[in-house]
C-alpha cells in the first residue's frame, strides 16, 4: 500500500519572537474625563499606567508585518523559508480575503499556506497549538504565527468596562522542527455558555441596515471575567503542565495573557509557582492588546534581559468566547535583540 503520511513525524519549536506596539503612549489620564474616573482608580484595578495605540494611518497589516519581520530576524531565518502563516486577530476589518494572504505574499513567503483564526484573547496560544500540529505531523517545516490586533478601532471612550484596558500591537513568532520536544501540549477549550462575558455591543448588519446607528464596540461584565480568568484559568494551566510532564516549580517563566495586574497577581498564587519564576507584566505599559498580549510580553521579556534562551516557559491565553488555551515551551535563543 502506498503510505499516505507526508513525512515522519518530528518535534517543534519556537525559534524566535518579535513584536511591534502602536506608537502612541496613552497614559491613564488622557482616558479618565469620559469615564468619570481617576489615573488612581485604573491602577489599582488593572495595574496600568498607559497603552499602547497606533497612529490613524498604522494599519494592522503594518503592525503584522513588523511584527513579523522582528520574529524572522530573531530566528535567523527569511519569508521565503516560510510554509504557513497563521494570523490571530479580531479586529481585521474585512471579511475575506484573509489578511493572513496578504502578508504572506508581501513577507516573501508565497505560495506558503495562509488563513485567520479568530480566538480573541487565547488566538496566539491557539496559533501556537496549530503551528505545532503542523510542524509534528510534517504538514510544514517552518510556521509563522502573528498575534495582532487594533482594538483602538472598537473602544468606546464613555464605557468604564474594558474600552480603557485596550491597546494596539502585534506580536509573532517563528515555529519549525526540532530534535527533541521544545513545545508541550496545547491545553485548550472553551465555554460558550458564558459568551456574553465579553462581548461586541451589537453586530455589523445592524449597523448596516440602520437597527443599531452606532459603530459596534467592546464590553465585558468585569465581576465575572475576572472570577472565571482568576480562579479557572490556572486550572487550564496546571493541567498544560502536568501534560508537559513537569511540576509548577520546574516552570522558569509564566506569560499569561496580559488582561488585568490583579488577575495575573490571583494566577500566580493559585499556581504555586516558584517565588524566583521571571512573571510577564506588560499590561502596566502596553494594555490589553488581545491576541498579540503574549507574544508582546514575551518581546518585552527579552528585550529588557529577563529572560534567556532554554528557560522553561509557560503560555496562557484566555478571553471571549470563553475561549482558553495553554502550552509549555523552551524559549529559543533568539538570533538578534527586538
Known amino acids: 500500500m502506498t503510505a499516505l503520511a507526508a513525512s515522519a513525524p518530528t518535534y517543534s519549536q519556537i525559534l524566535g519572537v518579535g513584536g511591534v506596539r502602536g506608537e502612541l503612549v496613552i497614559p491613564n489620564d488622557d482616558l479618565v474625563g469620559p469615564i468619570d474616573s481617576s489615573d488612581e482608580w485604573i491602577r489599582q484595578r488593572t495595574g496600568m499606567i498607559t497603552r499602547h495605540r497606533a497612529k490613524p494611518e498604522t494599519t494592522l497589516k503594518d503592525l503584522c508585518l513588523g511584527a513579523a519581520d522582528a520574529a524572522f530576524d530573531a530566528a535567523g531565518v527569511t519569508g521565503a523559508?516560510?510554509?504557513?502563516?497563521?494570523?490571530?486577530?479580531?479586529?481585521?476589518?474585512?471579511?475575506?480575503?484573509a489578511l493572513a494572504t496578504t502578508l504572506a505574499?508581501?513577507?516573501?513567503?508565497?505560495?506558503?499556506?495562509?488563513?485567520?483564526?479568530?480566538?480573541?484573547?487565547?488566538?496566539?496560544?491557539?496559533a501556537v497549538g496549530l503551528a505545532d500540529s503542523l510542524v509534528r505531523s510534517g504538514q510544514a517545516e517552518k510556521v509563522l504565527v502573528i498575534g495582532a490586533e487594533r482594538m483602538s478601532d472598537f473602544v468606546?471612550?464613555?464605557?468604564?468596562?474594558?474600552?480603557?484596558?485596550?491597546?494596539?500591537?502585534?506580536?509573532?513568532?517563528?515555529?519549525?522542527?526540532?530534535?527533541?520536544?521544545?513545545?508541550?501540549?496545547?491545553?485548550?477549550?472553551?465555554?460558550?455558555?458564558?459568551?456574553?462575558?465579553?462581548?461586541?455591543?451589537?453586530?455589523?448588519?445592524?449597523?448596516?441596515?440602520?437597527?443599531?446607528?452606532?459603530?459596534?464596540?467592546?464590553?465585558?461584565?468585569?465581576?465575572?471575567?475576572?472570577?472565571?480568568?482568576?480562579?479557572?484559568?490556572p486550572r487550564v494551566a496546571a493541567r498544560a503542565i502536568e501534560a508537559a510532564g513537569l511540576?509548577?516549580?520546574?516552570?522558569?517563566?509564566?506569560?499569561?495573557?496580559?488582561?488585568?495586574?490583579?488577575?495575573?497577581?490571583?494566577?500566580?498564587?493559585?499556581l504555586g509557582l516558584r517565588d524566583d519564576c521571571v512573571v510577564a507584566r506588560d499590561i502596566a505599559e502596553t494594555g490589553n492588546t488581545s491576541a498579540a498580549s503574549i507574544p508582546?510580553?514575551?518581546?518585552?521579556?527579552?528585550?529588557?534581559?529577563?529572560?534567556?534562551?532554554?528557560?522553561?516557559?509557560?503560555?496562557?491565553?484566555?478571553?471571549?468566547?470563553l475561549a482558553f488555551a495553554a502550552q509549555v515551551a523552551i524559549l529559543p535563543e533568539q538570533k538578534t535583540a527586538n
Open 81 to 97: 523559508q516560510i510554509d504557513a502563516v497563521i494570523l490571530s486577530s479580531v479586529t481585521h476589518m474585512a471579511q475575506t480575503p
Open 105 to 126: 505574499y508581501e513577507l516573501g513567503a508565497t505560495p506558503a499556506a495562509a488563513f485567520d483564526i479568530s480566538a480573541a484573547c487565547a488566538g496566539y496560544c491557539y
Open 247 to 270: 511540576s509548577p516549580q520546574d516552570i522558569d517563566v509564566f506569560i499569561p495573557h496580559q488582561a488585568n495586574m490583579r488577575i495575573i497577581d490571583q494566577m500566580i498564587k493559585h
Open 296 to 321: 508582546l510580553a514575551t518581546e518585552r521579556l527579552y528585550r529588557e534581559g529577563q529572560v534567556h534562551g532554554g528557560q522553561i516557559a509557560l503560555q496562557i491565553g484566555f478571553g471571549a468566547g
Open 156 to 233: 468606546d471612550p464613555t464605557d468604564r468596562s474594558i474600552s480603557f484596558l485596550l491597546g494596539d500591537g502585534a506580536g509573532a513568532a517563528v515555529i519549525g522542527a526540532s530534535d527533541t520536544p521544545k513545545i508541550g501540549p496545547t491545553v485548550w477549550g472553551s465555554d460558550g455558555s458564558q459568551a456574553g462575558a465579553i462581548y461586541q455591543t451589537h453586530t455589523w448588519q445592524t449597523f448596516k441596515d440602520g437597527t443599531d446607528t452606532s459603530w459596534p464596540t467592546l464590553r465585558q461584565e468585569g465581576p465575572t471575567v475576572f472570577k472565571w480568568a482568576a480562579f479557572e484559568i
